[in-house]
């Protein structure tokens, strides 16, 4: 791990202190595969996810001082990358043809036999979840994060990424059975 001490001040959240463009760029390193899940479930698209983390930390970047060193550095980056991201989508709606998909499932990349139909199904089930359960789902179940590393990432109580996370399965099972019926047993044999 990195020891990141405040660049200037008496300690952690002593007035004054501030953190350098290498200390940023340490912590930015540190959460950077939150804060692009954070983006791509808001965006929908891994390539320009990763524009929005980097413009985000432009933002951020600029924005330094307003950052206090003792509070949680993912927390206040997760929700500039959510900012960022809101408006790009926001953007991208205005100009988004009706037939476009926000989301690009994680199977387009490594099974690329997977069924066409199945991955539009998954695309739409997920592009139907709000924003904020989508993106704790996807943070619980693409990377394996705590629900504390997701509360604090969003900064969120603990037990609302875990209602979030519980409620997005429930719909997506409710939504994907709605899309594919399970066939019935017709009773005969092989």
Do not use: Y
Not at 43 to 61: H, I, K, N, T, Y
Not at 63 to 75: N, Q, R, V, Y
Not at 143 to 165: C, K, N, R, W, Y
């Amino acid at each position: 791990m990195h020891n990141i001490a405040p660049a200037q001040g008496e300690g952690a959240g002593g007035v004054g202190t501030r953190l350098t463009p290498e200390q940023f760029a340490a912590r930015l390193q540190e959460c950077h595969r939150t804060v692009w899940t954070i983006a791509v479930s808001i965006v929908g698209d891994p390539s320009l996810a990763d524009d929005m983390v980097q413009e985000a930390a432009a933002v951020a970047l600029s924005k330094l001082d307003e950052f206090d060193p003792s509070t949680s550095f993912h927390a206040w980056f997760g929700q500039v990358v959510r900012f960022v991201a809101l408006n790009e989508g926001r953007k991208r709606r205005r100009t988004r043809s009706e037939g476009d998909s926000r989301i690009e499932g994680a199977a387009d990349r490594s099974d690329p036999a997977a069924p066409a139909a199945f991955d539009s199904r998954v695309r739409a089930a997920l592009e139907s979840l709000a924003e904020a359960p989508r993106t704790c789902l996807l943070m619980r179940t693409l990377h394996g994060m705590s629900f504390t590393q997701i509360a604090a990432a969003l900064d969120i109580p603990e037990g609302t990424a875990m209602s979030h996370v519980h409620r997005a399965r429930a719909t997506l099972r409710e939504r994907l059975a709605s899309m594919n019926p399970a066939p019935r047993d017709q009773g005969g044999g092989a």
